[in-house]
């Protein structure tokens, strides 16, 4: 039987907006983050969304008041001293993280690497 694994989504880089592309800025700080911890990146699935909303399966998962990305939602509940009041959230029986700083010192308490400096 295959485990659980933590779940993160991000947005594809140069999606279009007011005729131009773009990128996300907290989704490129994450993906430095993994950039320095690959085997965090091995442990976790990783999908890369459309700018366009709903995405799906983001909001199949938590609603639709919780699409912004990136998102990482975690295979279980998870507590760590490193964490603060706020990173992560619940929707329904799932608990979930958004936004570059909460993303990036969950994975880290949760796989074990340097957390980011306060």
């Known amino acids: 039987m295959t485990q ?3 779940r993160l989504f991000l947005l594809r880089p140069d999606w279009i907006d007011q005729d131009r592309p773009w990128f996300c800025m907290a989704c490129a700080a994450v993906e430095g983050f993994l950039g320095y911890y690959p085997a ?9 969304l459309p700018y366009d ?11 639709e008041a919780h699409q912004n990305l990136p ?13 603060r009041d706020g990173d992560l ?7 979930f993280a958004t936004d570059e700083r ?6 880290a308490a949760r796989y074990n690497v340097s957390p980011p400096h306060p």
């Open 71 to 83: 998102t990482l939602i975690l295979a279980a509940s998870f507590a760590h001293p490193d964490l």
């Open 40 to 48: 965090v990146r091995d442990q976790i699935d990783i999908a890369y």
């Open 102 to 107: 909460p993303i990036t010192r969950v994975l």
């Open 53 to 63: 909303r709903p995405r799906h399966p983001v909001v199949d998962l938590l609603g």
């Open 89 to 95: 959230q619940q929707a329904g029986d799932l608990w």
């Open 4 to 6: 659980a694994r933590d």
